[in-house]
């Protein structure tokens, strides 16, 4: 398995602990959305997920820090995680040197994972944090959603996204995956852990402009690149795994219906200057135009 160039993505077939020291090559970083494992014992192909939580945590620490040293003055992290490992993640950004923003509750649809002694989880941490205190993007996107019951009055013009996200549905196991899952001709999942496009437009949008980079050092199933293609912002992904390489490459070569962005484009409406934000190629529903990775990163990327 090989690494693959598209005009304005990159996938790396390599552990992203090694492929961010080049840091003399890899391009400036705008964004980052980090989702690794999350070390409790899961199945995955490449990587034994049952670490001892020291070692993990210093992994993490590790991660954090190359991100940033190739991160932009005022570019973003997404650091998503489980609930309980909340004072970790924290923990490892102000570490390495990001300033935090917000804590994201992302609040899932399906019901909660029961606790026998304490109350049921419903819900995933993503820390938002930037370098510097500054972002050097960050656009206050609007949504309308549906008014609580006890409501008297419409909103007039939506409101503003907070730091409570319950309106993007997870692709959990089974028929509540829906489409948007990939899977093989038998039905069976191609990745657990596909995040949703949702969940990535929001960051991109939120985080960056139209020919920005955009970093998953876990890319998994490429949830972050096939949305940042759509949206003319450049990425770069990387992934251990050889069969999540090529479902990367697969997805990114044949756009499916379920991975298009531009359904959500009605969810933001009331988000003034939607348009520049979104850009104009991800509205034409087409591949981005812009200027492309340079030379010198597309030669990074090109030796081994
Ligand atoms: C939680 S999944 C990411 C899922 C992804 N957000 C998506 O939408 O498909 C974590 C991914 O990290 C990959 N991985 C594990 N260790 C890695 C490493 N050292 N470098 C790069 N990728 C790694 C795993 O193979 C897995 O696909």
């Not at 598209?6 to 090559?25: F, M």
């Not at 876990?218 to 251990?240: D, N, P």
């Not at 298009?260 to 003034?272: H, I, L, N, Q, W």
Request: glycine share 6%; net charge neutral.
């Amino acid at each position: 398995m090989s690494n693959s160039f598209r005009k304005n993505c990159i996938v790396l077939h390599e552990s992203c602990t090694t492929a961010l020291d080049r840091s003399d090559s890899v391009p400036r970083i705008d964004l980052s959305f980090l989702d690794p494992p999350f070390n409790q014992d899961k199945a995955y192909n490449a990587w034994a997920d049952n670490l001892p939580p020291e070692e993990y945590w210093e992994w993490m620490h590790g991660i954090c820090a190359k991100v940033y040293a190739l991160t932009s003055d005022g570019g973003a992290i997404y650091f998503m995680q489980r609930e309980k490992n909340t004072e970790f993640v924290l923990q490892c950004l102000r570490d390495t040197g990001w300033t935090f923003q917000n804590l994201i509750i992302w609040k899932k649809k399906t019901s909660a994972v029961p606790g026998m002694k304490r109350f049921g989880k419903h819900y995933q941490v993503i820390a938002f944090a930037t370098k510097g205190k500054t972002p050097r993007v960050f656009h206050r996107l609007r949504i309308d959603p549906p008014l609580p019951a006890d409501y008297k009055h419409a909103r007039e013009n939506g409101m503003f996204v907070t730091d409570v996200w319950d309106d993007i549905r997870e692709l959990t196991s089974g028929y509540f995956a829906g489409d948007e899952a990939l899977r093989d001709v038998e039905g069976n999942r191609l990745h657990k852990q596909q995040t949703p496009i949702q969940l990535l437009l929001r960051i991109i949008l939120s985080s960056t402009n139209p020919g920005d980079v955009v970093l998953d050092p876990f890319a998994g199933s490429g949830t972050t690149l096939v949305v940042a293609e759509q949206l003319g912002r450049k990425s770069v992904g990387i992934e251990l795994d050889s069969h999540n390489v090529t479902l990367i490459q697969n997805r990114l070569a044949e756009r499916r219906k379920s991975d298009e962005v531009s359904r959500f484009f009605k969810d933001y409406a009331c988000t003034p200057d939607l348009e520049s934000i979104w850009g104009e190629h991800g509205l034409n529903g087409k591949f981005a135009s812009s200027d492309g990775l340079t030379a010198k990163q597309m030669a990074f990327l090109q030796s081994d």
